[in-house]
């Protein structure tokens, strides 16, 4: 098993460009069962769940190459789809897998997918996801673990989801596209995903309006085409990069994103006391002096990302001023705090809200990464801390950052990676 080793306290500086986005590009797989011929998706980032979710199309019967000529471009045909069950061992690794359920049905007029896994990082239940396929007219049945949905023709209705969810949003929505009628998606997710997820399916010939907004409106269509579409950069990817230059009180510029997409993490960074310069299609920081406190709350899209709690909390640690994260999305996302206090952290936990009081600095130990983003978060905190920290368990962060150790060398941090 791999571990990642980091000498702290050295300074970063540099420019860096980010991979496409996780988050995005699972979905946009996922969209690709529903169009009649090639959907070809570039700048692909090579991660682990990405590589899950290669598995869990070709599984299903999907043909998923990468191409020849170029390793982040990946073609997937669905035509060749002659089981539409999504096994376990697949689904287990992944709770995004969950996302081929709306377009099995939509498409194949029937799905079988396991419940999903993924992080341990709090509930994240489907029942959004099952809500709105059963009022599009799926019938629904769980069966020793796996949840089937059968639909010769969705029809289009109006859906309220109890909670903002992005993934149930993307779900239904890709499964209305081709129910027949108008499909209304009320107190649906704002994420950028969202939005791109959206603008691929109308290329594919789906008719969608409001996406990026809480109302959603999709007027079904009878078929949808396969289309070329090159994937965003990954938005907490650049959080990340950017904090390891806030805590090291480095000079870091961030390329291939959009930075209107990350105007709640500018925002913090900014009154944390760091400078932020935006460009068009980068992001720079550069940060000298200790952390200003700051209040953190964790909110849907447009607010600040659960994805980015635990990196900027790692940042928070070394300063001189006292401040309050609060976590509202999952109940157990606090799971890094323990290992940043066996860094020298000064964090106490009440309910929801970490109290945390900046330390000068932070010190060297052996560290268990818990989930993706936590182990971002150890990482951050070892680029700060005196002497050399072993992080294990990073098969995690190997989940959703390409490379990270590389990138980090790139602008100077004394770190490598062990087997």
């Not at 169009?35 to 599984?59: I, S």
């Not at 980015?308 to 996302?333: D, K, P, W, Y």
């Not at 992080?391 to 062990?418: C, M, Q």
Request: aromatic share 4%; proline share 4%.
């Amino acid at each position: 098993m791999d571990r990642i080793i980091v000498r702290g306290e050295a300074r970063l500086e540099g420019t860096v460009r980010v991979a496409g986005s996780k988050n995005a590009t699972l979905s946009l797989m996922a969209a690709a069962l529903l169009g009649r011929g090639e959907t070809v998706l570039e700048n692909v980032p090579k991660v682990r769940d990405v590589g899950h979710m290669v598995d869990l199309l070709r599984a299903l019967g999907a043909s998923v190459e990468w191409d020849a000529e170029d390793d982040r471009c990946l073609r997937i045909d669905p035509e060749s789809v002659a089981t539409p069950e999504a096994p376990y061992d697949l689904v287990r690794k992944m709770r995004a897998s969950f996302m081929v359920l709306g377009p099995l049905v939509a498409r194949f007029g029937c799905g079988r997918v396991s419940e999903p896994g993924g992080c341990a990082i709090g509930v994240r239940p489907i029942d959004q996801h099952l809500k709105g396929l059963a009022a599009l007219g799926a019938k629904i049945r769980l069966d020793a673990g796996v949840i089937e949905a059968f639909g010769a023709r969705l029809c289009g209705t109006q859906i309220h989801f109890d909670i903002t969810t992005v993934n149930g949003t993307q779900n239904v929505m890709m499964a209305a596209t081709l129910a027949q009628g108008e499909t209304i998606l009320d107190n649906a997710a704002r994420e950028p995903e969202v939005v791109e997820l959206a603008e691929m399916l109308c290329r594919m010939g789906a008719r969608i309006s409001g996406a990026g907004s809480d109302r959603i409106v999709i007027r079904g269509v009878s078929d949808l085409r396969g289309v070329r579409h090159e994937i965003s950069g990954d938005r907490i990817e650049a959080g990340t990069l950017l904090a390891a230059g806030m805590i090291t009180r480095g000079a870091v510029r961030v390329e291939g994103i959009d930075p209107t997409s990350m105007d709640s993490m500018v925002e913090k960074m900014r009154e944390t006391g760091a400078a932020i310069e935006v460009e068009t299609d980068a992001i720079s920081v550069v940060s000298q002096g200790a952390s200003r406190p700051i209040r953190v709350v964790t909110a849907p899209y447009p607010g600040f990302p659960t994805d980015m709690q635990a990196q900027l909390t790692a940042v928070l640690c070394v300063g001189e001023s006292s401040s309050v994260v609060t976590e509202t999305i999952f109940e157990n996302r606090f799971m890094h705090i323990p290992e940043l206090v066996r860094m020298g952290a000064d964090i106490s936990l009440d309910g929801r809200s970490a109290h945390v009081r900046g330390r000068p600095f932070l010190t060297a130990a052996p560290v268990m990464a818990t989930d993706l983003r936590a182990s971002a978060s150890l990482i951050l905190a070892a680029l700060a801390a005196r002497g050399e920290t072993a992080i294990s368990r990073v098969y995690h962060i190997d989940r959703g950052y390409e490379r990270i150790e590389e990138k980090l060398a790139s602008l100077g941090a004394e770190i490598r990676r062990e087997t």
